[in-house]
Structures are given as structure tokens and as C-alpha cells.
């Protein structure tokens, strides 16, 4: 009775806490579309949160982690941690902002999840993942990826423009339509740009911690070191290190700090917890919750509208989304494929995404 009420206590935890989080998750994209909004540069929100959040897990990773550290530190595994640095903390999160900026929250929180069906290509391409078409799964795992491709597309495509222009004629509000389309355009392209971005970059996470089994530590490092680059990029694109707008006062950046380093590096820390527990498949479910209260915020508090066109495709990417994970679960339960196997490394580059800084 003593192990099934502690059972039912840690799903109750995990479901709870999972629905927290997204919901956590969704409020920071508001707030940095907020920021994009009053003329705050992206560079300068992504060094900002980088270093709030390399502050925030260096202690839990000196705590936890210290035994684990290599005593000297190869080439290699420098070589990975900046590609991790310059990928997912910088362009990652540079390719997101951007496409926020151009898009709305609801979109930006639905196009990551087409990151495990490129995951699987990239593992499969690197002969990290079973690749049988005689086989039902991979066929599962290929409609799944595909689904998800063509609902990006309508996300892209489907989008009705509607203008809100005061132009006094119709040519005027012909020619802003025109641009509000294709602003949303190269906006979802920036977004389909980060997922091919977090899904290399997951892979060679899910590598590179296969020898430094320290994730804090790792994150501690690569939020840093991709916070210099990015503090570097601007000054160098730029001229100087700056927010971007006098608009971004104290109380903003203290946001930033707050919400993009410690609450949001909390929820990232106990998703990965919950992946361990539960496995992809399980935290996955959780995913249109993100996009759902980004829709209903940025609604309520931006006045941003969802049109029917992106909504079909954001259904579409999580129909894809679950056939993905769906097979990928069955595959490993039925064929056996433990940890040590190969062909279970794409799997755990599935649950090294979140540790994504």
C-alpha cells in the first residue's frame, strides 16, 4: 500500500507539475514577444537569460555533479560544448525570437515539436536509429515526420493576413496584407530553421553526454558560453552591448532574469526529471498545453488572433508528433532496445532535448 501511495503521490507530481510548467513556458513567450514588441533586441534578451541561467544551475551542478567532471578536458568534448553553445543557446534561441517577433506566440510554441521527426532523420541519416522500411514502426515513424512537415506547411501557408491597417485605400491595404503575409512567411521559416537547429543540436547533446554524464553542468556551460557569443555577435553587428529600447527598463530585464533563468530553468530542469520517469512519449502529451495558453495570452493580453489555417496545422503537427513518439516507444518495447543499444541513442536524444538552453 506504502509503494502504491507513493506511486499515485509521484504521477500526481509529475501530471501537475507538467501542466505548471507548459503553462510557465507559455507565459515567458508572451513576455519576450512583450519585449520584442517595445523594440528589445533578441541578442540581447538570449545573453541576458543565458547568463541568469548558467548562474542558476552552476550550484546544483557543483553540488551534483563534481565527481562526474573529467579530471582533463579533450578536444573533443570542447569542440561539442561549443557547437552546443553556438546552436542551441545562440541560434536556436535567435531563429525562435526572430520568428515570434514576425508570427505569435501560439505558432513559436507549436513549431518545435517537429523536432523529434527530424531527430529521427538526422539519427537515422547517422545510422543512430533502426531504419527498416519492411518495418511497421519506421513506417509509423516516416508518416508521423511527414504529418508534421505538412502541418508546418499549412501553419506557413494557410494563414490568412487579415489587415488592420487604417490605409485609406484599397491598394494601401492590399500592399500591407501583402507584407503581413510575408512577414508570416519568413517568420515560420525562422521557426522550421530553429527545429532543424534543435534537432542537430539534440543529437549531438545526446552524444556528448553519453561521455560527460553531467547535464547541469553541461547546461551551466553552454548557457554561458552562448550568452558570450551572442554578447559578442551584437557588439559586433552593433557597436555596443544594449537592450535595444530605452522602453526596456530594470523591472523588464529583472523579467528576463527571473523568468527566462530561474523559473524557466526550473521547469526545463524537472521536464528532463519527468522524461527520465515517464519518457518522451508522456511529456510529449503535455506539449499543446504550451501552445494552447500562448493562444489564450497572447489573445487576451497582445490581441494577436489564431487563424483557422494555422490552427489546422498546429493539429496536424501534433497528430504527427504522437505517431513519431508513438512508434518510437512501441519500437523500443518490443524490439528490446535497451540503453546501451545503438539504436536507442536517438531515444535519448529525445530526452536530452529539453536540457536545451
Known sequence: MVGKGASL???????????????????????????????AHPLAIIAVAGVASAAFFLPFAVALERKRWPSKVSGTLLAQLVLIALGGTSAFQELMLLGIKKTTPAVA???PNLSPGL?????ACL??????????????????TVVCLVGAMAMSFLHSAASSSSSSSPKEA???????????????????????????VTVLQAAT???????????????????????ILQVVVEGSFGMGSPKIDATLIAGIVVMGGVVGGSCIVFQAWCLGKKGPLFVSVFGPVQTVCSAILSASLLGHKLSLGSLAGIVLMFTGLYLVLRAKRKETLTLGLGGDHPQSQAYDAEKAAPLLS
Open 209 to 231: 553526454l553519453a561521455s560527460f554524464p553531467a547535464p547541469l553542468t553541461m547546461c551551466s556551460i553552454t548557457s554561458a558560453m552562448g550568452a558570450a557569443f551572442t554578447a
Open 127 to 144: 545510422r543512430l536509429e533502426r531504419f527498416d522500411r519492411a518495418c511497421k514502426y519506421t513506417r509509423a515513424k516516416m508518416a508521423g
Open 9 to 39: 503521490l509521484e504521477d500526481v507530481v509529475i501530471v501537475g507539475g507538467l501542466l505548471v510548467a507548459q503553462c510557465v513556458l507559455a507565459g515567458y513567450v508572451v513576455f519576450v514577444d512583450h519585449l520584442l514588441g517595445l523594440g
Open 174 to 200: 492590399a500592399a500591407a496584407a501583402a507584407g503581413s503575409y510575408c512577414d508570416w512567411i519568413l517568420g515560420c521559416s525562422y521557426l522550421v530553421g530553429a527545429a532543424v537547429v534543435l534537432a542537430l
Open 119 to 123: 531527430i529521427f532523420i538526422v539519427a
Open 109 to 111: 510554441s507549436a513549431m
